[in-house]
């Protein structure tokens, strides 16, 4: 036993930078949120995901030339490689789109189901056996959604839709994330940011808006923390099991709610905290489910970056 006590210890190490690195990721994207949210509010979603994916390659390009060329093209499964980018794509500006007319937290409270939907997705797209404890989760995390989606001829919105629709593809780019572990960090990342930039190119057209100074500065940021929480979560669902991490992604729900009262004033209503809570329930149920079918993944079979 007292061997192998270093091994188990090296193992908590990697698990907790991995938590470590979830919690910061997600504190960068609620972050890089309430930047986007202002940012919409004076620009094209266009011309904010252009400007963006080029202040993204400030931090991508040293890391592109410290792997070879042929790593970006020489990829495993280059349809389900160009699926993750249409989704990652699609979740960034219809994320965009819905915060400039919906407080954070509204938004947030969509992509907080985006767990769930992976666990249906998974059960659909990768045979992964999904018991009926947790299809009676997702089914309740669904109920949850409508709670919040306020489904009536009175309050549904085209916003929420688009809020909706986001979260859907949000959780189809993290299925898309598992199905591709062996693929590099960078480039996983690198033909997101490249999707979001082609994309970002042609909504621009006929909607420039020349930024100030200041705007521009804070376009580029935008995409320097956006880039770094993603190269940190996807490093993070590297070292730990999803299923701890998982969970993590509700302080996202936390932060939206302070970022967006210190900078926005919004205040979420009673019906999206009942939403919020029915979703973040049954997810947390999924996750409990989840870590008690498993078996536990020993450290060294998790794929590593190649680099």
């Known amino acids: 036993m007292i061997a192998r006590t270093p091994f188990f210890r090296a193992g908590s190490n990697v698990v907790l930078a991995g938590i470590l690195l979830m919690l910061l990721g997600d504190f960068l994207f609620a972050l890089n949120d309430a930047m986007g949210k202002w940012l919409v509010a004076s620009f094209s979603v266009g011309q904010v995901l252009l400007i963006r994916s080029i202040g993204a390659f400030i931090v991508l390009c040293p890391m592109i030339a410290r792997q070879s060329g042929s790593a970006l093209f020489k990829v495993e499964r280059p349809g389900l490689q160009l699926l993750r980018v249409v989704a990652a794509t699609a979740d960034t500006g219809l994320f965009y789109t819905a915060v400039a007319y919906l407080p954070l937290a509204d938004v947030m409270t969509f992509y907080m189901a985006g767990p769930i939907y992976v666990a249906a997705i998974s059960h659909l797209f990768l045979g992964e056996k999904v018991g009926w404890r947790r299809w009676v989760a997702i089914l309740a995390g669904f109920g949850g959604v409508v709670i919040a989606l306020r489904p009536s001829s009175a309050s549904l919105s085209l916003a929420s839709l688009f809020a909706l629709v986001g979260s859907l593809c949000f959780a189809l780019s993290l299925v898309m994330n598992r199905v591709l572990r062996a693929t590099s960090d960078t480039t996983l990342v690198t033909w997101q940011t490249l999707g979001a930039l082609v994309a970002g190119l042609a909504f621009t057209i006929g909607s420039w808006r020349t930024p100030t100074a200041l705007d521009l500065f804070a ?53 999206i905290l009942i939403g919020s809570g029915v979703i973040v329930f049954a997810g947390l149920f999924i996750f409990h489910r989840q870590k008690v079918v498993d078996k536990t993944v020993p450290v060294e079979a998790v794929p590593r970056d190649g680099r």
Do not use: E
């Open 219 to 271: 376009m580029l940021l935008l995409g320097i923390v956006s880039c770094a929480a993603h190269l940190m979560i996807t490093r993070a669902l590297k070292l730990a099991p999803a299923s701890t991490l998982a969970p993590l992604q509700y302080s996202l729900l936390l932060w939206a709610a302070v970022f967006g009262l210190i900078f926005f004033g919004d205040v979420p209503d009673t019906q």
